[in-house]
T-cell receptor
Framework: AQTVTQSQPEMSVQEAETVTLSCTYDTSESDYYLFWYKQPPSRQMILVIRQEAYKQQNATENRFSVNFQKAAKSFSLKISDSQLGDAAMYFCAYRSAFWGSQGNLIFGKGTKLSVKP | DAGVIQSPRHEVTEMGQEVTLRCKPISGHNSLFWYRQTMMRGLELLIYFNNNVPIDDSGMPEDRFSAKMPNASFSTLKIQPSEPRDSAVYFC??????????FGSGTRLTVV
C-alpha cells in the first residue's frame, strides 16, 4: 500500500521569504501523480500544483514549485516570496496512474504554515 | 462551472439522529469520492463511485454509514444513528480523470 509522509507538522516563514515543505512517499508503482493541496481556515481544499511521475521536469505554478526526486521518492514544495495569504495547512497527496487501481488520493498528515508579517 | 457543491455547510445534530450529507459533482466528472477529515486521522477515503457505481466502500467505518449515487449529478452520505465520534468535516470530491480532482467546501458535522 502507498503511504505519504510529511515530517514537518508546522513551519513558519517571514513574509517575502522562501520556504520549503517536505514530503516523502512510498510506492512500488512507476507511474503516478503527486499533488500539493492548500487548506486555508475556510477549509476549502485548493489544488496548488500537480506533478506527473513520468515527467522529469519539475512542475511550477507562479510562486510555487516542486522538487521531484523520483528515485528518492521525495516531493517537496517551495513557496517563493511568501505572502500572508499563503498561511494554511498544506497536504501532499499521491494518486496511482494504474487503471486497475482505486484512483483515490492518499494524503499526508499535513504541514501547518504560518507567515509572519 | 459552480464546482462541487456540498450541503449543508454545517450540521449540528443530537446523538442517535439520522444525518444526510449531500453532494453535487461537476457535470461530466465520472468519479466521486467521499472523504472524512479529523484531527486524529487526517483525511480518510470513505467510499468511491465510478459512473455512479460504488467501487470501494472499505473505508466506511461501520454499518451506520451508507452512501448512494442514484444518478451522475447527486450523491448522499447518510449516518444512522449518529454518534459523537462521527463529528468531523466530510468532503466530497469529483474527478474526470486520474489526474484531476476537485473538492467541495465540505460539511462540518457536530454530533452532541
Amino acid at each position: 500500500a502507498q503511504t505519504v509522509t510529511q515530517s514537518q507538522p508546522e513551519m513558519s516563514v517571514q513574509e517575502a521569504e522562501t520556504v520549503t515543505l517536505s514530503c516523502t512517499y512510498d510506492t512500488s508503482e512507476s507511474d503516478y501523480y503527486l499533488f500539493w493541496y492548500k487548506q486555508p481556515p475556510s477549509r476549502q481544499m485548493i489544488l496548488v500544483i500537480r506533478q506527473e511521475a513520468y515527467k522529469q521536469q519539475n512542475a511550477t505554478e507562479n510562486r510555487f514549485s516542486v522538487n521531484f526526486q523520483k528515485a528518492a521518492k521525495s516531493f517537496s514544495l517551495k513557496i517563493s516570496d511568501s505572502q500572508l495569504g499563503d498561511a494554511a495547512m498544506y497536504f501532499c497527496a499521491y494518486r496511482s496512474a494504474f487503471w486497475g487501481s482505486q484512483g483515490n488520493l492518499i494524503f499526508g498528515k499535513g504541514t501547518k504554515l504560518s507567515v509572519k508579517p | 462551472d459552480a464546482g462541487v457543491i456540498q450541503s449543508p455547510r454545517h450540521e449540528v445534530t443530537e446523538m442517535g439522529q439520522e444525518v444526510t450529507l449531500r453532494c453535487k459533482p461537476i457535470s461530466g466528472h465520472n468519479s466521486l469520492f467521499w472523504y472524512r477529515q479529523t484531527m486524529m486521522r487526517g483525511l480518510e477515503l470513505l467510499i468511491y463511485f465510478n459512473n455512479n457505481v460504488p467501487i470501494d466502500d472499505s473505508g466506511m467505518p461501520e454499518d451506520r454509514f451508507s452512501a448512494k449515487m442514484p444518478n451522475a449529478s447527486f450523491s448522499t452520505l447518510k449516518i444512522q444513528p449518529s454518534e459523537p465520534r462521527d463529528s468531523a468535516v466530510y468532503f466530497c470530491a469529483s474527478s474526470p480523470t486520474r489526474a484531476g480532482y476537485t473538492f467541495g467546501s465540505g460539511t462540518r458535522l457536530t454530533v452532541v
